[in-house]
């Protein structure tokens, strides 16, 4: 009886420690999951560039240029304008922008813009959000006239107003010599500037101090490195090097997207090394993908 009580503490003993060990090999695995999943996009605090945003009118609305310096201006000193940003970088609630039909027998202000670079412009449903979806609205008020959204990808926005087929582009647009091809730029109405995303395993940047650190630190990439951008922005410019900007370019691809989402999410997939946004899309595209991770 006591042979038989020992085998069976032996075997008990043999089972527990079996599941111990099993228990550990999964815990491990669970820790390695955990730290795979834990990998998330990064913003460098440092502004790679110095740019101004504008809106890009008709060159043949000469009139119409008028009326919108004139109304930037009032927006910017009676305080609409920090009260529109304030509701994308504060506390504020957003407020939801109607399109109405393009309608060539009604007095229309036709606006053409690429609604995916959040908090500028961006869709939820049918309804338009965004700083300049706002600004749209109210100059819209401000001319009597019924505001049309035209959404496109935004390398086609100024040359559709070019074309003559929008009055207004309005896409969170930098001022450049290529753009003024097409447009006539207002006077600016937001300082902005490029960013670094990177994955949050990487500290590659991590000392670094000023643009000048980060820049010589991207010289160091390799051609088979790949920086993501969307497509047509300030971003494609500095990667692949600009004249006008005085920009060298970088030795890795230039990766380029429809939008900063789709850039950081094939980042975080492993696909691209990094990617260059203007900063504030760049906060608010880490956020809402740092948040499903």
């Given at each position: 009886m006591m042979k038989l009580k020992k085998l069976v503490s032996f075997v008990l003993?043999?089972?527990c420690t079996l599941s111990l060990a099993a228990c550990g090999g999964s815990?491990?695995?669970?820790k390695e999951s955990k730290d795979k999943e834990a990998v998330?996009?990064?913003?460098?605090?440092i502004d790679l560039?110095?740019?101004?945003?504008?809106?890009?009118?008709?060159?043949?609305?000469?009139?119409l240029l008028k009326k919108v310096n004139a109304f930037v201006t009032k927006i910017k000193e009676d305080g609409t304008l920090d009260e529109i940003c304030g509701r994308y970088f504060g506390d504020g609630e957003p407020k939801a922008v109607e399109s109405a039909k393009l309608d060539e027998s009604k007095d229309?202000?036709?606006v053409a813009t690429n609604a995916a670079f959040e908090p500028f412009e961006f869709t939820k449903g049918e309804n338009y959000y965004g700083i300049d979806m706002e600004i749209a609205a109210?100059?819209?008020e401000e001319f009597d006239q019924e505001l049309v959204i035209q959404n496109m990808d935004f390398d086609a926005v100024c040359l559709t107003v070019g074309q003559k087929k929008c009055d207004i582009a309005m896409a969170g647009l930098t001022v450049n010599?290529?753009?003024?091809?097409?447009?006539?730029?207002?006077e600016s109405y937001y300082s902005a500037s490029q960013r670094l995303i990177v994955p949050s395993t990487d500290d590659t940047f991590a000392e670094c101090k000023d643009a000048e650190a980060v820049a010589d630190l991207l010289g160091k990439l390799k051609d088979s490195d790949a920086v993501g951008v969307q497509a047509g922005t300030t971003g494609q410019f500095y990667v692949e090097g600009s004249d006008e900007w005085e920009f060298p370019g970088l030795p890795a691809k230039c990766a380029q997207y429809?939008?900063?989402s789709l850039a950081v999410q094939d980042m975080l997939n492993g696909n691209i090394k990094y990617v260059i946004i203007d900063a504030a899309p760049a906060a608010t595209i880490i956020t809402s993908i740092n948040e499903m991770q």
């Open positions: 003993v043999a089972v815990s491990g695995d669970s998330k996009a990064e913003v460098i605090d560039t110095q740019e101004e945003y504008a809106f890009g009118v008709d060159k043949s609305q000469p009139e229309q202000l036709v109210l100059m819209a010599k290529e753009r003024e091809e097409y447009v006539t730029f207002s429809k939008n900063g």
